[in-house]
Structure formats: structure tokens, C-alpha cells
């Protein structure tokens, strides 16, 4: 096993636990299915790719029905091609990015480090660009990705993005200054893509429980606080009631010595004793 597989198989394994939770992995594709469609377009599938599809999967699906796939399932058996059209026997002609509709003073929102070709009247689209490629993935929005089997760019990964910002180019970091992706060098970074987003949404997960258990220790906080007030308001009611009750018992009790002495005084004086 080359170097390039053993990165493959080790970002796989490193990150399976990740990609199990949206993925699955559909079973691998029997080598004499490769072999037939090699025979019937006269191609080569790139040695990663293949590598990936006699000992990976035939496709990184997504549980969602609606999610995107990681890597498409393709139908080695019945591939679908036209004559002129996403077709594997016919050479893949683009060597650099090309932007379409637009001339090379245009002004891109995502800056391209590499050399581009402007086809500002269409003519590389109207002539076509979908041959010698095997589709593996889409971005949603029309734009996927698709490696090539026959031309100049053989085993590299490209993007088709004309249908949201009229170009296609290759796959490539800027960051790295790696002009091409391999199918290997694509998946890894898919793949990492994957665990960084699933990072990210635990951060974002854990984010959210911290700010809603704040929210709830400052419910809680205002609540005993709201108590406490509610027990001394009660404490202090209570108190007043017993001061009241108090300053009632003396009145009574004033009273009832003034009765009494009025009483004394009544007999002493009027009725004698």
C-alpha cells in the first residue's frame, strides 16, 4: 500500500466516528465492474479513486435524504454518458480555470492565484467542457465536483461552479500554493471539512446549553431573590400584626383597669362599700 492510500485509509479511520453520525458508507464496487467500463470508454480510473472504490465505498451518502452526498454512488454498470456528453472516451479540454460571460478586466469576489482563461462570448461553453470526467459529488446550488479520467488533467479533481458564478476551474489551496487536488488530497480535505464543522457545532452546542443554563441561573437567582423579598415582606407583615396585636392587648387591658377603677371609684363614692 502507497503512501497516498494510507493517508486515505488513516483519514477515514481517524474520522469515521464523525462521519458515521451524517454518513453512510455504501459497499465497495466489484474490481470486474471497473475493469468493463475501463474496457468500454478505453480509460484508466485514476489509481487513488479506484483504490477508494475497491476498499472503501462506492459512494459516502448522506442519512438525510435531503443532505448533500461526501462521495456520489456511481453506476460503473450503467454509466449515463451521450455521444458528445459526459462522455469518459472523449479527452476533458480545459488546463486552467475558465470564467465565462466575463473578460479579463472583471473583478472576482474570490481572488484566483492561478492562470485563468475568459471566455467572454461562451465559445468554450457552447463547444463543451463535460467530457472525460466521472462526477463525484455536489455542492448544491448546480455546482459539483468531478475528477477526470482522460485528457491533461487526468486524476485531478475539478469543479464544475457555472451555474452560481459562470466558471470551472480545478481544485486547489492557495494556502499551501497547491494548484491541483488529487482524489486523495479532495477527500481528505472533505473529510476534514466534515470533522471541523462537527467541532464546531459541538462548540456551538455547548455554547448555547452554556448561555441557557446562565438564562436559567439568572431565572433561579430572580426567583430566590423574589422569595427571599416575598418571606421578608411576610416576616415583616407578621411583625407588624404582632406589634398591632400588642398595642391592642394594652388598649384592653388600659381599658379594662380604667373600668375597674371607675368602678371602685363609683362604689366608694355613690353606692359605699
Not at 400584626?241 to 368602678?263: A, C, F, I, P, W
Request: hydrophobic share 35%; aromatic share 14%; net charge negative.
Amino acid at each position: 500500500m502507497d503512501n497516498l492510500h494510507s493517508k486515505m485509509l488513516d483519514s477515514i479511520k481517524d474520522s469515521k466516528w464523525v462521519l458515521d453520525e451524517i454518513y453512510v458508507f455504501l459497499p465497495t464496487e466489484p474490481e470486474e465492474n471497473l475493469i468493463a467500463f475501463e474496457a468500454k470508454f478505453n480509460v484508466r480510473i485514476p489509481e487513488d479513486y479506484r483504490f477508494f472504490l475497491l476498499n472503501v465505498s462506492n459512494g459516502i451518502v448522506n442519512k438525510n435524504k435531503w443532505g448533500l452526498n461526501l462521495v456520489e454512488k456511481i453506476d460503473f454498470v450503467d454509466f449515463f454518458y451521450e455521444d458528445n456528453e459526459y462522455n469518459p472516451s472523449i479527452p476533458f479540454e480545459l488546463t486552467n480555470k475558465v470564467v465565462f460571460g466575463r473578460g479579463s478586466d472583471c473583478k472576482e469576489v474570490s481572488p484566483y492565484p492561478y492562470e485563468i482563461t475568459f471566455d467572454q462570448n461562451y465559445d468554450i461553453f457552447e463547444k463543451g467542457y463535460s467530457n472525460g470526467q466521472i462526477h463525484i459529488a455536489g455542492y448544491g446550488c448546480g455546482t459539483s465536483a468531478f475528477i477526470v479520467v482522460n485528457g491533461s488533467e487526468y486524476s485531478n479533481v475539478w469543479v464544475d461552479d457555472f451555474s452560481s458564478n459562470n466558471e470551472v476551474y480545478p481544485e486547489y489551496d492557495f494556502k499551501s500554493n497547491r494548484p491541483r487536488f488529487s482524489f486523495t488530497d479532495w477527500l481528505i480535505e472533505g473529510v476534514n471539512r466534515e470533522v471541523t464543522i462537527h467541532g464546531q457545532n459541538i462548540e456551538w452546542e455547548k455554547r448555547i446549553k452554556l448561555e441557557e443554563k446562565a438564562k436559567q441561573d439568572k431565572i433561579d437567582e430572580q426567583k430566590r431573590e423574589l422569595e427571599i423579598k416575598r418571606l421578608d415582606q411576610i416576616k415583616r407583615e407578621k411583625f407588624a400584626e404582632q406589634k398591632r396585636e400588642v398595642e391592642r392587648e394594652e388598649q384592653r387591658s388600659k381599658k379594662t383597669h380604667r373600668n375597674l377603677l371607675t368602678y371602685l371609684i363609683d362604689k366608694i363614692f355613690h353606692g359605699g362599700v
